[in-house]
């Protein structure tokens, strides 16, 4: 229950001249409209890096909630985990939406080259508060396609690369594994369509099945081409940074094979699997997908247990000295 107090209540410790507390806090940009939000939790001031925590697909906020019913706060919990091992984290809101909706005009307008420059501003935010030299990135599901690019643009002032329970395919068949297993397999052939014109960097012509619209939408189709065309394996072994990816064992979204295609293509990762973690990263029974699902909605749940650990040792281990 200790980590379920810490979410509502501010942790007090003074150490290194800092208090380890959560604070909303700002960036600006000068390319957007108005500024960046997110929320610092722990020490500032330390001299220990710090991880940035990029959400996942759609609209899913700094706790890692979502309007189309996730209330579990993975990151939220994630960010309290990780104070009690001693590390700072800023959880952030994408460009567009929630805290950061005034950055954009339309949230839709965006690409995950977007997603990566902020992110490389919320690390540079990130060394200011802690006085370290380098902070962490750590990207959940699509958020770790974020990491990779941003990684890839300049890995100058980062520590390293957390991944959990993130792609490991390209998105295209992973996206046609999810939905042929919640009942669109009669639909499949347009989808193979939509997304390889996409992959193509095209638009779609022509009408789209209803129930496709919210994917494969007019007014989503120039994030979903940037989406679509990355290749996590391809960038994972370019970056010259040390990698560890996570990943649950009842992951409904993301499978073991995503995270076995990164630890292949990046034979120097660690892997660290937790068993019975899902992809909001709470533990429920293995092979239940009522529980699995029920969890999304469940804020009471707890984290799952191994997760921060994993994550703190990893940063422990591999973080430069200062």
């Not at 209540?9 to 380890?20: D, F, I, K, Q, R």
């Not at 919320?122 to 370290?132: L, Q």
């Not at 065309?229 to 499978?255: F, K, M, N, T, Y």
Request: glycine residues 10%; charged residues 20%.
């Amino acid at each position: 229950m200790i980590r379920a107090i810490l979410l509502t209540v501010a942790t007090a410790a003074l150490a290194n001249g800092g208090m380890a507390m959560a604070r909303e806090v700002t960036i600006e940009r000068s390319e957007l409209a108005g500024p960046l939000a997110g929320t610092f939790e722990g020490e500032t001031n330390s001299g220990r890096p710090g991880v940035v925590i990029v959400p996942g697909s759609g609209p899913t906020d700094r706790d890692g909630n979502s309007p189309l019913g996730v209330k579990a706060q993975p990151y939220r919990l994630l960010a309290a985990a990780l104070v009690e091992e001693g590390i700072a984290s800023i959880r952030i809101d994408k460009r567009g939406m929630f805290g950061s909706e005034a950055a954009i005009a339309n949230a839709n307008e965006v690409t995950i080259g977007d997603y990566a420059e902020d992110t490389l501003a919320w690390a540079a935010k990130m060394r200011s508060e802690t006085r370290a030299d380098c902070a962490w990135l750590l990207g959940h599901s699509e958020g770790g396609l974020v990491v990779l690019d941003a990684a890839k643009r300049d890995p100058a002032g980062l520590c390293g690369v957390i991944l959990v329970s993130s792609l490991g395919r390209r998105p295209g068949e992973v996206i046609k594994e999810q939905l042929a297993a919640n009942g669109a397999a009669p639909l499949m052939d347009e989808i193979e369509r939509h997304i390889a014109t996409l992959e193509r960097g095209e638009r779609i012509e022509g009408e789209i099945h209803p129930g496709l619209a919210p994917l494969f939408g007019p007014q989503l189709q120039t994030f979903m081409a940037s989406f679509l065309s990355r290749d996590p394996a391809v960038d994972i072994a370019v970056i010259d940074l040390p990698v560890l990816i996570v990943q649950g064992s009842e992951d409904l979204q993301v499978r073991d094979a995503d995270a076995e295609a990164l630890a292949v293509a990046r034979p120097d990762a660690t892997l660290v699997s937790i068993e019975g973690m899902n992809h909001v990263l709470k533990s429920v029974p293995h092979g239940d997908r009522a529980a699995n699902l029920a969890s999304y909605g469940d804020p009471g749940l707890p984290l799952a247990d191994g997760v921060a650990e994993a994550i703190a040792g990893f940063v422990a281990e591999h973080t430069p000295a200062q």
